[in-house]
């Protein structure tokens, strides 16, 4: 797989990070968007777009990786839009680079304290047909014991069924991602799961001096107030944006994808 995927024409001052972790290729549809002049009001919002595909299966793998991708692609500092894992990654990484970041947008980011996280698979169990709801509990229990090639399988199909409990009213859109690896979500989730229960995850928001927007939709099972209230505290100039009528990913929402590009546009 690939490390990296342009988009439009230079300069490439912005880059989108995928979630998962373990699962590149979900922000191309975002990426597409940003670097079209045909689908922009006006051709000054089309940008030159870059699509890290993360593939170290630590955390501190993958902020290493990032940096090298930035450095050698980008002009920086860029404007870094980060998608769910991606968001905290995101955040993660500009607390240590700043240097590297001119603008921090976060999309549908993971809470950033333990509290506000108890309550995600729950609600989104709660949103389960008893047969899908089955099927996720059956995933999680054997995902640990099989083969490498069966985890990766396994682990897409447990994205697609959590992908419907996540979504408010979607369009019709294909699965962009390229290759889920569990590899990399269970090492790279285990130490920021960690971070986030130890109280570690918010602190380096305290080094991070670039404007910060978070933009998320009321539907999302990772409570907004996760996002709004920590980073709140932490950021030095940071503002909250809550999308009506809409899921974790904004831009398949039916009744959000417009109001999220036009914010993100606003935003870059």
Known sequence: MKHLR???????????????????????????????????????????????????????????????????????????????????????????????VKKLILVGSGPYEEKYAANIMQTRISRLSKAEKEEVFSLMEILDGLSPEKKNASLARFGELISRADSYDPLPHPDEVLECRYDIHKGVWEEASELRSSGKLLEPGTKISCPVVAIHGDYDPHPFEGVREPLSRVLKDFRFILLEKCGHRPWVERQAKERFYDVLKGEI
């Not at 006006?42 to 940008?47: G, K, L």
């Not at 290493?64 to 995101?90: C, N, Q």
């Open 6 to 100: 342009k988009y439009g024409s230079p300069p490439f001052d912005i880059a989108v990070i995928h979630g998962g972790p373990g699962a590149p290729g979900e922000m191309a549809p975002v990426a597409r968007e940003l670097s079209s002049i045909d689908s922009c009001v006006s051709s000054s919002y089309a940008r030159g777009v870059l699509e890290p595909l993360q593939t170290e299966t630590t955390l501190e793998g993958q902020v290493r990786e990032l940096k090298t991708v930035l450095e050698e692609h980008g002009i920086l500092p860029v404007t870094l839009i980060g998608f769910s894992w991606g968001a905290m990654l995101s955040y993660i990484f500009t607390a240590r680079r700043p240097e590297f």
